[in-house]
C-alpha cells in the first residue's frame, strides 16, 4: 500500500464494531453484548416503527396483556366484550385503542385504576366508537374516547 495515507483496516483496532455474518436489509442493528463493539439484526425493520398491531377480538372477554401495548383491537363480539385490565401489566406510556366493530358494547374490569372510572361506563352502544387508555403508572390508565353511561 505504497503512498497510501491511511492504514488498512484491523479487526482489533480499539473503536472498531463488528455485525454479524448475515443481516436482513432494512432491519435496524442492535448492540448483541455491553461491549458496544458486536452489532446483531434486531429482526424489526425500519418500516414497522409506529405502526400498530390490528388485532381482531370475537370473544365475550378479553384480558390486555404486555403484548398488547400498541395495539389497536377491534371488538366484533354481537353481544359485547369485558375489557381486563388488571395491575402491573403494562409500563408507564404504553398505550391501547379499543374499536366497537360489533353492535355489543366494550366493558371494563380489573384492578387497574383508570381514570374516569369505568365502573358505570362502557364504549358506547353504537358501532364506530372507540377508545384509548394511556398508561401513565403500571396500574393506572387515562380513559378517553366515546364513552357512555353503562
Known amino acids: ?3 497510501c495515507c491511511c492504514s488498512p483496516f484491523t479487526p482489533t483496532a480499539p473503536g472498531n ?17 455491553t461491549s458496544g463493539k458486536l452489532l446483531a439484526d434486531s429482526g424489526e425493520s425500519v418500516a414497522s416503527l409506529g405502526r400498530l398491531e390490528i388485532v381482531t377480538e370475537a370473544n365475550a372477554t378479553r ?3 404486555a403484548a ?8 366484533t363480539n354481537a353481544a ?36 374516569p372510572p369505568t365502573t358505570n361506563l362502557a364504549i358506547s ?7 384509548g387508555l394511556v398508561f401513565h403508572t403500571a396500574n393506572a390508565a387515562d380513559v378517553m374516547g366515546d364513552l357512555q353511561d353503562a
Open 125 to 131: 352502544g353504537q358501532q364506530g366508537a372507540t377508545v
Open 17 to 33: 464494531v463488528f455485525g454479524p455474518a448475515e443481516s436482513v436489509a432494512g432491519n435496524l442493528a442492535i448492540f448483541a453484548d
Open 80 to 115: 359485547g366484550c369485558v375489557v381486563t385490565v388488571n395491575n402491573g401489566v403494562f409500563a408507564p406510556g404504553d398505550s391501547v385503542l379499543l374499536r366497537q366493530v360489533g353492535a355489543g358494547a366494550v366493558s371494563f374490569a380489573g384492578t387497574a385504576t383508570l381514570t
Open 1 to 3: 500500500m505504497s503512498g
Open 63 to 65: 384480558t390486555l396483556t
Open 68 to 75: 398488547d401495548a400498541g395495539a389497536y383491537i377491534r371488538f
